[in-house]
C-alpha cells in the first residue's frame, strides 16, 4: 500500500480512525429504523422519507469529504473510489424505497468500516515485518551494482555513514540484473551482471536457509521482494524508487538513503523526499570513465571555442510558407500576404464559405463578410 511522499504507515493507521470512529458512526446513526419493508405503492414522504433524504445528504457529503481526504494519505487511488464506486451508486441513484435504502445504507457503511479496519491491519503488518532493518537503510540501484566494486567488498557501514546498517536489493533491480546477464547489447556489461547475479544467488541461498546474510563489515543484506498480487510500474526505476518510498513509509523513522549514480533516479527519489547518495569514487570501476578525475575530461567533450563578438541575438524566423490545402479537384491557398481563397470547383465547393472582398467598418478597419450556403449539395443528392 502506497502512501502520499512524507505519510508515514503510523500516519496513516492513526488517520483511518477518524472516518471509521467519527464520520462513518455520525452517517450510522442518522439512518431511519423501520420495522417492515415499505409497500411499493406507499410514497416515502409520508413513512420517514424526509429523515432518509437527510441521510442521503449527509452521506453523499461524508463521502465525499473523506474521499478528498483519503487521495492526500493514500497514493492508490483505488482506496479514495472505493467511497463512491458501485455500491455509492446503487443507493443514490435507485429508486427511493425507504425500507431498502436504508438497509442498503447499513451494509454498505459496515463494509466501509471493515475495509478501513483491514486497511490498519495490512499497515501495521507491513511495519511489523521490516522491524528488524537496522537504524540506517541502504537501497542500491542496477547502476551502482554494475559500475561499482562488487558491493560484498564495500564497507558500507563506514563509507555511507556511522554505524551499521542495512543494505537493500528490491526485487525489480535483482531481474534487472538476471535480464542484462544474457541479453545487454555490451559484453562487458553481461559479463558484469553474471557477476553481480552469481553474489545475488549467494544473498538469497543465506536468507532462505538462515534467514539472514551479514557482508564482511557487518551490514545486513536484504532482498525487498515484492508482496503478493503487487503490479509493478512499467519503468524499472519508477519502480524501484517507488519500493524504496514504501519502505521508508515503513520504517519511520529510521531513514532511507537511495545509494544511485543515475541523475533520473535521482530526480526520483527527490520526487518522493528520499535522500541519494553514493560511495566515493574511488570504488567505481575506472574503465568507465566517471568519478572526478573523469570530469574535465567529460566535460570538454561537451564544450565549443565561442567567439566573442557580440552577436548573441536568437535568429529571426523566415517568412511563413504557403499551405496548399486540396479539396476534390481544385486547392486552397493561404499565405501571409493574401486572403484566404475557397475553392471553386469539385463536390464540396458550395459547402465553403464564399469570401467577398474586404469593406470597411465604422471604424475604418478592413472586414472579410463571409456568405455562407444555405443547403447542403452532398444531402440534397
Partial sequence: MLLRPAVTCEKAIRFLDDPVQGGLNDVRDSVPNFAQPMLAGVEPSKLAGPDLVVTLRQYTEWTAATARQLADVFADP??????????????????????????????????????????????????????????????????????????????????????????????????????????????KIRKRARGVYELLG??????????????????????LRDELGHRRLPNNDDEAVARAAHLQQAIAPRQITV???????????????????????KYLIPEDGFGAKHREANLASISVDVPEDGDDTWSRPGPRPSVTATTGASSARTSSSGPFTAPRSGPFSRLWPRFREPTKDVCGQAVHEVQRVPECPVAAN
Avoid at 536457509?209 to 545486513?220: C, I, V
Avoid at 533516479?265 to 569514487?281: I, V
Wanted: hydrophobic share 35%.
Fill in 78 to 187: 483505488a482506496v479514495p473510489a472505493r467511497l463512491r464506486g458501485e455500491h455509492y451508486s446503487h443507493i443514490v441513484h435507485s429508486p427511493l424505497t425507504p425500507y431498502r435504502t436504508a438497509l442498503l445504507l447499513h451494509w454498505e457503511l459496515d463494509e466501509l468500516a471493515t475495509y478501513f479496519m483491514e486497511l490498519q491491519n495490512q499497515m501495521r503488518q507491513t511495519v511489523e515485518e521490516y522491524r528488524s532493518y537496522r537504524q540506517r537503510v541502504l537501497v542500491v540501484d542496477a547502476n551502482t551494482l554494475l559500475h561499482c566494486q562488487r558491493f560484498d567488498k564495500i564497507p558500507w557501514s563506514r563509507v555511507c555513514g556511522k554505524g551499521l546498517a542495512t543494505l537493500v536489493i528490491p526485487h525489480v533491480v535483482a531481474e534487472e540484473i538476471d535480464t542484462k546477464s544474457y541479453s545487454e547489447g555490451s559484453e
Fill in 202 to 223: 549467494d544473498v538469497l541461498k543465506g536468507l532462505s536457509t538462515e534467514g539472514r546474510f551479514e557482508l564482511h563489515d557487518g551490514t545486513e543484506v536484504q532482498v
Fill in 259 to 281: 545509494i544511485t549514480r543515475d541523475n533520473g533516479m535521482r530526480g526520483k527519489t527527490m520526487t518522493w523526499c528520499l535522500p541519494w547518495g553514493f560511495p566515493p569514487d
